[in-house]
């Protein structure tokens, strides 16, 4: 060893320091394989057995799929909110809606209710009431357009025409039958909400063409076609509803009376707003 510089140090053992290593070359440094690129792993390690999947007792409600599930169906009230509770009112093909309509053109049978017992329906009602509703504003905007056309004036649709057919209608369908409903389940004489909706929705359907009829401009015509329509229309009812409202008492008469007189009030209503066109 030169006094500065070091050539070569002793082979010995020298506390504190690190022996040298010889160079060995490039060292290829190999890594474990890894199951990380599959999610869950495939493989368990560890104390918690399954580690991928809940513990047995955990509560996995938020995993479960509700749709489709008989156990997530609601009950009570809460089912009338769903579609799956006025399925069975719709369950019906063209011939059952067409041979119901064919069965209010003849109101003296008094055998709807009879016939629509097991299955009443609220697609032909809601179709009933709708067509209604656009063959009344259409009718009596054609026919106050020809007349303005033929006077040479100038001519503006009336929206009020839909929606206030809209509400004559369908509010007379909801709230007549549900306020018969009440009447008679106070009489003792409980009947089918859905039924009386069956009922009175199906008894519309006479009006549809007694509108298209009042495009003649003759208001005598026009008073004997919204007088015979009515007519129908009420005894349709009126005697469908007997047989059942018998069983109330003596004052069946006065319902029977009542309902008949209020269907012949609703003829005149729509004679009155919708049957009056002027050419």
Known sequence: MMAGKYTHLDDQKVSGSVPAVPDQGEVAIKFADSNLHTFPP????????????????ADDTFSKTTFGSEDA????????????AYKPYFDVDTSDVLERIKESLFPFRGSFTEKTADNPDLYGPFWICTTLIFVAASISTFVTYIAHKLKNQDWAYDI???????????GYVLIVPLGLYVILK??????????????????????????CLSVVPLEIFRWVIAGIAGFMSATFVALNLRAHIVSAGERWFLIVAAIFLLQVALSIVLKLYLFTVTV
């Not at 057995?49 to 007792?57: E, F, M, Q, T, Y």
């Not at 009489?187 to 063409?209: K, N, T």
Request: charged fraction near 10%; hydrophobic fraction near 40%; proline fraction near 8%.
């Open 42 to 57: 495939s493989q368990t390690q560890g104390k918690i057995s399954g580690g991928s999947r809940p513990p047995r007792d």
């Open 73 to 84: 169906q609601p009950s009570g009230w809460f089912r009338s909110f769903t579609a799956d």
């Open 160 to 170: 009020n025409l839909v929606t206030w057919s809209a509400g004559v209608f369908y």
């Open 186 to 211: 106070y009489f003792s004489a409980p009947s089918g909400l859905v039924q009386l909706f069956c009922l009175y929705g199906y008894s519309l359907f006479v009006f549809i063409p007694a509108l």
